[in-house]
């Protein structure tokens, strides 16, 4: 019931499928924290628990920054050089809550992240009912957030970015991941 999820990886040669894939992880990890709380009620701390706080742990101890990094260098950047005007309001308005939500989350994560780390360790057995509504508050920003990025904010970048604009972002992103070189597939050139 709470294993943990493998995805296939997506290529840095394109980089806007790769920030959807990590949507996808991302949805999953919050899919995997709510299956956590509810089987922590029912069933308490067991190893299935710790090993789906462990999982809940790295993905967003390790591939959620590096994600929100990729978005604050590479997405909103050109939109918000957008002329400040009615036709760009709703771009504009989007990636400032965009913006707002990554410092939520992170301040939320600081808060969360003790929790699992204790559940983890065996040294909790329940989310407190404050964890749980801090749980639930995070899950529901994420979903909010993914969906603002997903039906506003990436298809305006991407209509934004030209192809050697996609290159940089592509090899900055594997650098700062420690990734070798990257290779354009055909679709992106």
């Given at each position: 019931?709470?294993?943990?999820?493998h995805?296939?990886?997506?290529?840095?040669?394109?980089?806007?499928?790769?920030?959807?894939?990590?949507?996808?992880r991302?949805?999953?990890?919050?899919a995997l924290?709510?299956?956590?709380?509810?089987?922590?009620h029912?069933l308490g701390?067991?190893?299935?628990?710790?090993?789906a706080?462990?999982?809940?742990?790295r993905?967003?101890?390790?591939a959620?920054?590096h994600?929100?990094?990729?978005?604050?260098?590479?997405v909103?950047p050109?939109?918000?050089?957008?002329?400040r005007d009615?036709?760009h309001?709703p771009?504009?308005?989007?990636?400032?809550?965009l913006?707002?939500?990554?410092?939520?989350m992170?301040r939320?994560w600081?808060?969360?992240?003790e929790?699992l780390?204790?559940?983890?360790?065996?040294?909790?057995?329940?989310?407190?009912p404050?964890?749980r509504r801090?749980?639930q508050?995070?899950?529901?920003?994420?979903?909010r957030?993914?969906?603002?990025?997903?039906?506003?904010?990436y298809?305006?970048?991407r209509?934004?970015?030209d192809?050697?604009a996609l290159?940089?972002?592509?090899?900055?992103m594997?650098?700062?991941?420690g990734?070798?070189?990257?290779?354009?597939?055909?679709?992106?050139r």
């Open positions: 019931m709470l294993a943990g999820f995805s296939p990886a997506v290529g840095f040669d394109q980089p806007f499928e790769m920030l959807e894939a990590c949507h996808e991302a949805q999953r990890s919050v924290l709510q299956r956590l709380i509810e089987h922590l029912r701390n067991d190893e299935p628990a710790r090993q706080a462990v999982d809940v742990l993905y967003f101890d390790i959620a920054p994600h929100h990094d990729d978005e604050e260098r590479h909103f050109p939109l918000l050089a957008l002329p009615a036709v309001a771009v504009l308005d989007a990636v400032r809550r913006q707002q939500d990554h410092r939520r992170r939320l600081v808060r969360l992240r929790a780390h204790r559940l983890a360790q065996g040294l909790q057995t329940d989310f407190s404050q964890q801090l749980a508050d995070f899950i529901a920003l994420y979903d957030h993914i969906a603002l990025e997903e039906r506003v904010v298809p305006a970048a209509h934004r970015l192809a050697q290159w940089a972002m592509s090899r900055e594997a650098s700062r991941r990734v070798g070189q990257v290779r354009f597939s055909a679709a992106t």
